[in-house]
């Protein structure tokens, strides 16, 4: 399974950005799918991450402002990112799993995940 990232690009402060993965190599729909963002000498951070069935998870510094969905039947998933700022500045991963989601908790580490995208940078500059 492959995972290509897409959507990444330069964005005025406020600004809005989709990002869209999608998972080549498959004929199940993956479990859970997340999106990661990691910056310079900084750990991967957790973004939000969907199940299969729909339930979402996302860290608390984008709620209100980015919204994730996925479509089961194109194994996709996106990262609709609105009022961007600076501080939301990174190399954003996708991930996925091969497995069903064990809980909303399991699925919030990064170990959980066996597929990862090669990363897409977003940059929110004036």
């Known amino acids: 399974v492959q995972l290509q990232a897409s959507g990444g690009g330069l964005v005025q402060p406020g600004g809005s950005l989709r990002l869209s993965c999608a998972a080549s190599?498959?004929?199940?729909?993956?479990?859970?799918m997340a999106w990661y963002r990691q910056g310079p000498g900084n750990e991967r951070e957790l973004v939000a991450t969907?199940?299969?069935?729909?339930?979402?998870k996302y860290v608390d510094s984008v709620k209100g402002r980015f919204t994730i969905s996925r479509n089961n039947a194109k194994n996709t998933v996106y990262l609709d990112m609105n009022s961007l700022k600076p501080e939301d500045t990174d190399v954003y991963y996708c991930a996925a799993a091969r497995r069903p989601s064990p809980s909303m908790l399991a699925i919030q580490r990064a170990h959980h995940y066996d597929y990862w995208g090669q990363g897409t940078q977003v940059t929110v500059s004036s």
């Open positions: 969907i199940t299969s069935g729909g339930n979402i």
């Open positions: 190599g498959t004929t199940f729909t993956l479990g859970a």
